[in-house]
């Protein structure tokens, strides 16, 4: 009896240890938010534009902190939305989402915070066939702009989005910042990391908690850009620009104590932002 009691128990520690690695829900007002990992990879400080700023010595004495590439879910009793997809074959969302119970033929829509490789990767297969089936795909007017057009020097990341505009179509629908969708999703302007990157913000019921703002790329180097928000990366398209966005919208998670959730935070990603002991922020991941 109590053998087998103890090995129920060993077998749920096990299942909740597997889930967690790629996997975990919250709960957010009427809805659930699943966090996916695509990939775990260690940040070098390198790609910061200034590593050697004194803040930088002080809150990563080291070459290179965790990082990761996540996507998130939410589902609503208006159906399942999808927050960026990850690299594809290169990566695990797609394991992710099917570990999570999700079949990528139920996910209506797909909101990307930008159209970097690891953000659209995961919407084609190798062979560039759509890998969501019956999905609306959701990009800002002026990123898609950007990525069609010969602006941008990353010739590969053209190539994707152009293969992502082929192979989805008519699904691939073009939003404004301030625009509501679903009446569960706002569009924000976030601009500088790309010209069309754009955080939104989730709001599932009246509470604050009924809330997540999801940042895609606003952060990449944990803890240096919480500790100053000024210090933009070689990422960055505009990299002042960046800063002035990262300085927002780390006073607004601050201020309004929203939940965020980020593509490059270590996986989860959720959490939230508070007064930094060195700094003027950090991350507290959520428990
Ligand atoms: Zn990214």
Redesign the pocket.
Known sequence: MKKALISVLVFFSLALFAGAQNFKTYAIGDSEFTALSDSVRMQAKSVLLQPDAEIVKKVLPGDETPGA?NGYVLKTPQGIMLFDTGLGANGSLWKSLKEAGIDAKLVRRIFLTHM?G??IGGLLTPEGKPVFEKAMVYVNDQELEFWLSDKPANKDNIRMAKAVKEAYDARLETFVWGQGITGYITAMEAKGHTPGHTAFLLKCGPEIQDQILVVG?LVHVIPVQFADPSLSVR?DIDPAEAAVTRKKYLDLAFANKYRIAG??IPFTGVGYVQKGDIGEYKFVPEQ
Do not use: G, L
């Open positions: 590439i970097h690891d953000h790329d990422y593509m490059h």
